[in-house]
């Protein structure tokens, strides 16, 4: 089989799933109604805690996602088509077709939705105990930006990493705009929220991973610095970098090897070399 045959053999089982999931609602008489918009400002996420993600991949990814409860779409005929979704009826929540500027006023008009916006529960972050047998994680150490901490997603998950670990405070919470900067990835890697993580690195030491801090100043370079077969990448703030707690926390501290005049690059940058260098080092 082509791999389009099989990418098209999974997203018909996944909705033909979808299919019955509406037809079991239908039968409880459990169908959704549309919701209404009006009332929530416009780029805020409703306040009965669904979140707002718009996007052709972020939404695709989400619909593919069996974890994601979806509970409302709101979709141009032109987005539904390049969605792939020919029958709106076999979707398990309910949708509403509009049309670019009645998306704008839900998103808010500076928001990128290529003509579709879903309302859904976020995703329950997993337990630091539930790694099992992961070899590369990335830990961020108050990342708050979510531009960065989506675009750090996104290569996590090109790069196979196995989880994403974060701090339960001064993390951005799941939103349209991580999910955009992440552009599917959102729903691609595990979710890892701890409150202190210091202690957390410390249960990755105890449990063979080499932490590895990622810092302008570090004594070696990041190739020669990586040994094991478990790497967990640990990258600081925006401007701040790593805390002095997890400095001294982390089994090692490492840069990126720079021969030009600027010796730091923006967190998301770092996250996307780092990756590529343990992924080679995992490799051996």
Known sequence: MSTDDSRKGGKDSHYARLRRAHRDAKAGGAQARPRQHAAIPAGADPADGLVRLYGLHTVAAALANPRR????????????????????????????????????????????????????????????????????????????????????MRSAVAFGADALVTT??????????????????????????????????????????QTIGLDSDGPFELESTMAGDRIALVLGAEGKGLRQKTRETVSALARLDMPGAIRSLNVSNAAAISLYVATRHLRR
């Open 69 to 152: 409860v979806i509970r409302s779409m709101t979709v141009t005929r032109n987005a539904l088509q390049r969605l792939d979704i020919a029958d709106v009826d076999a979707l398990p929540f309910a949708v509403e077709i509009a049309d670019p500027r009645a998306i704008d006023r839900i998103t808010g008009s500076e928001a990128v939705h290529q003509g579709v916006v879903i309302e859904a529960e976020p995703l329950t972050p997993k337990r630091l105990d539930a790694l099992g047998d992961a070899r590369l994680v990335l830990v961020l150490d108050q990342v708050t930006d979510p531009h960065n901490t989506g675009a750090i």
């Open 168 to 209: 339960s405070r001064h993390s951005p919470g799941e939103s349209g705009v991580l999910a955009k900067a992440a552009s599917g990835a959102l729903e691609g890697i595990d979710l890892i929220e701890v409150r202190n993580l210091a202690e957390a690195i410390e249960a990755l030491n105890g449990h063979g991973f």
